[in-house]
């Protein structure tokens, strides 16, 4: 029987295996045991996951429920630190997640993308760098807050964290005036606003945050939103 010091390497090796169903079991494992846990962030950094995660994410024949766990074990990764973070986006995962979160995606896995997408532009060196992938993401995030709007289930506590997430995203790119002008001149004025009224306090504090991203040093902005 496996130590529980060997168990972890098993599971690295165990995610080249060509067998879908043993790289699945071996995320899962991976993914339940980091979550939560500094120390197991650690270890499996140190026995080299990120490059193993990047590249099932890299594939396009990757199975759904592979990048579900590959996803979030991203996002959980991403959280580690800095150093972490840009490391796996040095890795190609930034392109594969927005990848995941287009049109006729499997919604676990899109929301898990927007997780992971929200971890990593937490981190400044990240945001500041995410200049040729902001004119894709920003319709996108804004498309979730129109489709919410138009649902019938917008007061459903799941939507309104679908829609915080998207809000948190749209703030993070706020970085630059040349990408607050971006965000503003697709509309995301208008959608924001109303987002204020719900009565969810985490969402109208992320639609704050977003607003003051999107007016930070930006008079014209700034003029904007107080007409």
Same mark, same amino acid.
């Given at each position: 029987?496996? =130590? =529980?010091?060997?168990?972890?390497?098993?599971?690295?090796? !165990? #995610?080249? /295996?060509?067998?879908?169903?043993?790289?699945?079991? *071996?995320?899962? =494992?991976?993914?339940?045991?980091?979550?939560?846990?500094?120390?197991?962030?650690?270890?499996? @950094?140190? #026995?080299?996951?990120?490059?193993?995660?990047? /590249?099932? #994410?890299?594939?396009?024949?990757?199975?759904?429920?592979?990048? +579900?766990?590959?996803?979030?074990?991203?996002? /959980?990764?991403?959280?580690?630190?800095?150093?972490?973070? !840009?490391?796996?986006?040095?890795?190609?995962? &930034?392109?594969?997640?927005?990848?995941?979160?287009?049109?006729?995606?499997?919604?676990? #896995?899109?929301? *898990?993308?927007?997780? %992971?997408?929200? %971890?990593?532009?937490? @981190?400044?060196?990240?945001?500041?760098? %995410?200049? $040729?992938?902001?004119?894709?993401? +920003?319709?996108?995030?804004?498309?979730?807050?129109?489709?919410?709007? $138009? /649902?019938?289930? &917008?007061?459903?506590?799941?939507?309104?964290?679908? +829609? $915080?997430?998207? +809000?948190?995203?749209?703030?993070?790119?706020?970085? =630059?005036?040349?990408?607050?002008?971006?965000?503003?001149n697709t509309g995301a004025m208008d959608l924001l606003a109303p987002l204020l009224q719900r009565g969810y306090p985490r969402l109208q504090v992320a639609t704050l945050r977003a607003f003051a991203a999107l007016s @930070?040093?930006?008079?014209?902005?700034?003029?904007?939103?107080?007409?």
């Open positions: 029987m496996a =130590t =529980t010091q060997q168990q972890p390497v098993q599971h690295i090796q !165990q #995610l080249q /295996s060509t067998n879908p169903v043993e790289v699945y079991s *071996a995320l899962r =494992t991976i993914k339940n045991a980091i979550i939560g846990s500094n120390a197991k962030k650690t270890l499996y @950094y140190q #026995l080299q996951i990120i490059p193993h995660v990047s /590249s099932l #994410l890299a594939l396009d024949d990757t199975d759904v429920q592979i990048r +579900v766990q590959a996803t979030t074990i991203v996002s /959980s990764l991403a959280h580690k630190g800095e150093d972490v973070a !840009q490391q796996l986006v040095d890795g190609g995962v &930034m392109e594969a997640l927005i990848g995941q979160v287009m049109p006729g995606t499997d919604a676990a #896995l899109m929301e *898990a993308s927007e997780r %992971a997408l929200n %971890a990593l532009l937490g @981190y400044k060196g990240i945001r500041m760098g %995410a200049e $040729e992938h902001t004119h894709t993401m +920003v319709p996108y995030l804004l498309s979730i807050i129109t489709e919410a709007k $138009e /649902s019938s289930r &917008m007061f459903e506590m799941r939507m309104h964290a679908r +829609v $915080e997430l998207a +809000v948190l995203i749209l703030e993070k790119l706020c970085v =630059t005036e040349a990408r607050q002008f971006t965000v503003a @930070y040093e930006n008079m014209e902005i700034s003029r904007a939103l107080a007409t």
